[in-house]
């Protein structure tokens, strides 16, 4: 059977061939001016894990596997730091056991074993994050073990709702399968995060994952009609309604909770119907940095026209180059809309227009215009694409030689964007030259609100050999801090995990903290549920 790196992204049999990891290890040389070696990746006949500390009772041993390459697999989620330390074939914090429920009489019980015998739990979904939420760091001594609780066998749409538009889907279904499932009913979930083909509708609710529009619909918050948790204390099923004014929502006490305070099993999604009209145009903006002004405003004017593009990502001129979207030497605005209902002429015309006027040059022969199909594919906008869905790849590939790579991302006022851009890069661009002696710092937005962007940085640079996670850690440090200090927020779509607790902590009132803590002491009275992440449980 086909079957997923338990060290990296994706599957074993994909990503760069031999080919081209030699000439992306060319390209980092001539980049950076030094020598470049690929580290072999680890194979699990290499590690040796340390026996399970623990064992699930005989009534549970049915659904619990300690395959080695299932635990390995289930020790990290696929951020740098992950991919380094399964590099140095450091699997230390790997569960004792890998749960796999059938059901929810399973996970109750799954649930009642950890409580009573203080076994540490974390919820899994598809193992994409990239802030460590998923593994069990820090925990040694804590608990008497860890097990992960995998949802991959509750996959089904259970229900749909054609007159509604909705669905009651189970947690553990993996993006490509769930629109396999919706599609013959003409519906779509329309949430493509970047790890859509390896995470789960349950990991996009508990993260409050960003997915494919950059306006209106930005986060899987705003598909969430109800939801069915379970907890240590029992279970819970939020109403199902179109909305509500009825005191706080249940279920937003769960989307976004990281496994902290129960595990969601099923919930009713609001669908779309499938688009079939689009329209799509890259709009360049040269002229250096003040090029990349003159695009911002062009984007903020967009995002509060009321026109809600389904895509309207800036990038920075040397991310454009990178992407191949671009030259080098200009921003790009890449532009797209969709409807199921109406051509989009109109739309995509008023967005150029607006694009026009601030100092854009928009394609010459106009628009992309198509009806059916799966949107762009050509052009500076397909390259884009490619190069989006392909990176999780090329990390690893980084990873392996050498190279310092990080990803954060927030969200500001439009007011304050300038500011605040110009004191992030200074910072995390001070703290990469210091750090590694030089280096690269891009931006782009990835969404985009009528009262401000979501900027996204990604960080490339040399480091040193055997040295990598301690530069990532300053260099992380350094970009959290500015985050902070400047205004934005922690993170807009990647999650807190337990990488960014500590901007966390700073940036949430101390007063909602203690009424988390006070929730999960209700719920989870015996602290076990993904301990370390958001909040710290109560002392016992």
């Known amino acids: 059977m086909r079957r997923r790196k338990f060290w990296g992204w994706g599957w074993e049999d994909a990503g760069p061939t031999p080919d081209q990891e030699r000439g992306i290890v060319a ?18 006949k290499e590690i040796a894990l340390a026996a399970p500390r623990v064992a699930p009772p005989a009534t549970l041993r049915g659904v619990c596997s300690d395959d080695p390459h299932e635990r390995l697999g289930h020790t990290y989620g696929k951020g740098f730091r992950d991919v380094v330390r399964a590099l140095r074939r450091d699997f230390a914090p790997a569960p004792d056991w890998v749960a796999f429920p059938r059901d929810e009489r399973d996970v109750a019980a799954l649930l009642d074993w950890c409580t009573s015998a203080r076994v540490a739990c974390i919820p899994y979904g598809g193992g994409s994050s990239v802030v460590g939420g998923v593994e069990a760091r820090g925990l040694a001594g804590a608990y008497a073990g860890v097990v992960s609780l995998d949802l991959g066998k509750l996959d089904r749409v259970v229900e749909i709702d054609r007159t509604s538009r909705a669905a009651r889907i189970q947690a553990g279904v993996l993006g490509p399968a769930l629109e396999d499932q919706l599609r013959p009913h003409g519906l779509t979930l329309r949430h493509y995060p970047q790890s859509f083909e390896f995470s789960t509708l349950g990991g996009w609710i508990a993260t409050r994952s960003g997915g494919h529009f950059a306006t209106l619909y930005t986060h899987v918050d705003d598909f969430v009609e109800s939801l069915r948790v379970l907890t240590p204390a029992g279970a819970l099923e939020t109403r199902r309604l179109p909305g509500s004014g009825a005191g706080p929502a249940p279920d937003r006490l769960f989307v976004g909770s990281e496994g902290t305070l129960g595990v969601i099993t099923e919930a009713w999604m609001r669908l779309q119907d499938r688009p079939t009209f689009r329209a799509s145009a890259a709009v360049r903006f040269p002229g250096g940095a003040q090029g990349f002004a003159n695009a911002v405003e062009a984007v903020r004017q967009i995002s509060q026209s009321g026109l809600h593009p389904s895509n309207c990502r800036l990038l920075d001129a040397l991310e454009a180059a990178n992407s191949s979207a671009g030259d080098g030497d200009e921003a790009v605005l890449l532009l ?15 967005a150029l227009e607006i694009a026009r006027g601030a100092g854009g040059v928009p394609p010459a022969g106009g628009a992309s215009l198509k009806s059916g199909g799966e949107g762009a594919r050509e052009g500076a906008a397909g390259a884009w694409r490619s190069a989006f869905v392909n990176a999780p790849y090329l990390r690893d590939v980084l990873a392996r030689a050498g190279i310092v790579s990080e990803t954060f991302e927030t969200a500001v006022p439009w007011s304050r964007f300038a500011e605040f851009h110009a004191g992030v890069t200074a910072s995390v661009q001070d703290a990469i030259d210091r750090v590694c ?18 900027p996204y940085y990604t960080i490339l640079a040399p480091g040193r050999h055997g040295s990598e996670l301690e530069q990532w850690d300053e260099i992380k440090a350094a970009a959290m801090e500015a985050l902070v200090r400047l205004g934005g927020t922690i993170t807009h779509h990647h999650a807190v995990g337990r990488d960014h607790r500590p901007g966390y902590d700073r940036e949430t009132p101390a007063l909602f903290r203690d009424a988390l803590t006070a929730a999960k002491a209700s719920l989870d009275p015996a602290g076990v549920l993904n301990p370390g992440v958001l909040i710290d449980p109560k002392p016992r």
């Open 27 to 44: 390209t980092l040389a001539q980049r950076f001016g030094t020598a470049v070696a690929l580290a072999d990746p680890p194979k699990a």
């Open 437 to 454: 002696g030089g280096g690269t710092l891009t931006c782009r937005f990835t969404h985009v609100y009528p009262d401000g962007p979501a």
């Open 336 to 350: 797209a809309f969709e409807s199921a209902d109406h051509p989009l002429d109109a739309w995509i015309a008023r």
